[in-house]
């Protein structure tokens, strides 16, 4: 079990430019979600998929932002036109179908700053 | 969004001193986790509870379920400088299969 990885660590990108996010989860779970945590905060939910269906979307996912999962094992979270506020670290998460699905392991993140 | 309130917000204890933090909400929920957070770092899932009541223990961590299932407490015996960071509760609401709400977190700083 190698745990959830996610790239890159660091994304520092100028305000307006798109950027990119990939998650790997656990390799037998079914369901993966993304996080956003600003500094002094706990994470907040964004979005989750279960196999490949996108099945919840936060109201702060805005239309800027979009998350696929095409096969159903990573993810990509898209951030276009980035914005200052957009600064903050992206936390994935996965986690099993059944007994122990409230369980969600976070992967180390991504930290982004926009400048 | 709507966060759940924990306490205390940070605390300095000495080594080997025996911890207590928690977590309340205004809603019912039907899951109860606690996790660690290193800077820079992911959140480590540490224990989850999933019974009103439940008391669970993760070697000198142990955690419970509420009885009103609005709150979560975690206590941590004999504290190592190892156990610095900040600690989180969050929580499942029913009806939902998928997003956890995380609390305020409470900063843990252990002195010699």
């Known amino acids: 079990d190698t745990g959830v990885s996610q790239d890159p660590r660091h994304k520092i990108t100028k305000r307006g430019q798109n950027v990119t996010f990939r998650c790997d989860p656990i390799?037998?779970?079914?369901?993966l979600y993304w996080y956003r945590q600003t500094l002094g905060q706990g994470p907040e939910f964004l979005t989750y998929?279960?196999?490949?269906?996108?099945?919840?979307k936060s109201r702060l996912l805005s239309d800027r932002f979009s998350a696929e999962r095409p096969k159903g094992s990573f993810s990509t979270l898209e951030i276009q036109r980035t914005e200052q506020g957009d600064s903050a670290m992206y936390l994935c998460?996965?986690?099993?179908?059944?007994?122990?699905?409230?369980?969600?392991?976070f992967g180390p993140g991504t930290r982004l700053t926009v400048t | 969004g709507q966060q759940l309130n924990q306490s205390p917000q940070s605390m300095f204890i000495q080594e080997g001193e025996d911890v207590s933090m928690n977590c309340t909400s205004s809603?019912?929920?039907?899951?109860w986790l606690w996790y660690k957070q290193d800077p820079g770092e992911g959140p480590v899932l540490l224990i989850a509870?999933?019974?009103?009541?439940e008391l669970t223990s993760n070697g000198r961590l142990t955690a419970q379920f509420g009885i009103t299932r609005k709150d979560s407490f975690l206590n941590i015996s004999a504290s190592i400088p190892s156990d610095v960071g900040i600690y989180f509760c969050?929580?499942?609401?029913?009806?939902?299969?998928?997003?956890?709400?995380f609390g305020t977190g409470t900063r843990l700083q252990v002195t010699l």
């Open positions: 969050a929580g499942q609401l029913p009806g939902t299969a998928s997003k956890l709400t």
């Open positions: 390799s037998e779970h079914n369901r």
């Open positions: 509870l999933y019974k009103a009541g």
């Open positions: 998460a996965s986690s099993r179908l059944g007994q122990g699905s409230g369980e969600q392991y």
């Open positions: 998929f279960q196999n490949e269906a996108q099945l919840e």
């Open positions: 809603s019912i929920f039907n899951t």
